[in-house]
């Protein structure tokens, strides 16, 4: 597995992990009550904050192991590298501008802070986690 | 984006008429191991550079590396 692969695995990891606990954290704050009432901006910023710091760990050890067996291919990346980033890149744009819409809806009607706020962090995150698939795929089954 | 490439290659005979390994002819044009492999086994498309690159590896024209289906 080449470094970028990593580097996605990594993100991807830290993704599917934080942002379904984000999810929980939020719904058990709220009780069963209104949504809109819980103190969601602190746990927005350590679920983002330890979804990057994730990322890093993971690419960080990930990286060790996996330069103690080919200790040449540690930072290399090449031409498909580039290819697979920019392709993962345009899905996960399309869907950061549909959930972007989606926000900009949300103020228009001036929906609770609540919604867009997390319209938007919903937003990026599909976004991480689309593209990362859509690389993974492309590492794993090719992009010919 | 998995659709097979109708592009073909003989590099890996060509490699190994050449006696190169797949991570020495890698090293040779500036890619990685996995990216080679990619190439060779049709899964990934070079750039026109890397396609030249390759068939200047081995001293042969660009056609010799790659076909294309005529029709």
Redesign the interface.
């Known amino acids: 597995m080449v470094y970028q692969e990593r580097n996605t695995w990594a993100t991807l990891i830290a993704t599917v992990i934080t942002v379904p606990i984000y999810i929980v954290i939020v719904l058990v704050e709220a009780d069963g009550g209104p949504l809109t009432e819980v103190e969601w901006v602190p746990i927005l910023l350590w679920t983002m904050g330890a979804s990057i710091v994730g990322a890093i760990v993971i690419s960080i050890l990930w990286g060790i192991f996996a330069g103690m067996g080919d200790p040449a291919g540690v930072g290399v990346s090449d031409q498909r590298d580039r290819d697979i980033s920019r392709l993962g890149g345009r899905l996960g744009y399309g869907v950061l501008v549909a959930f972007a819409l989606v926000a900009f809806v949300l103020s228009m009607v001036e929906a609770d802070w609540f919604w867009i706020g997390n319209a938007l962090f919903l937003g990026f995150a599909l976004a991480t986690l689309v593209g990362d698939i859509a690389r993974v795929v492309a590492y794993r089954r090719g992009m010919a | ?5 109708k ?1 073909t290659n003989s590099i890996r005979a060509l490699r190994e008429q050449a006696g190169l390994t797949q991570a020495e002819l890698a090293k040779q044009i ?6 080679l492999i ?1 190439i060779e ?7 026109l550079e ?1 396609a030249f690159q390759i068939s200047r590896a081995f001293g042969v024209g660009l056609d010799d590396v790659f076909q294309y289906p005529s029709a």
């Open positions: 984006m998995v659709k097979p490439t592009v500036g890619v990685t191991r996995q990216t990619a086994q049709g899964r990934y498309s070079p750039t890397l």
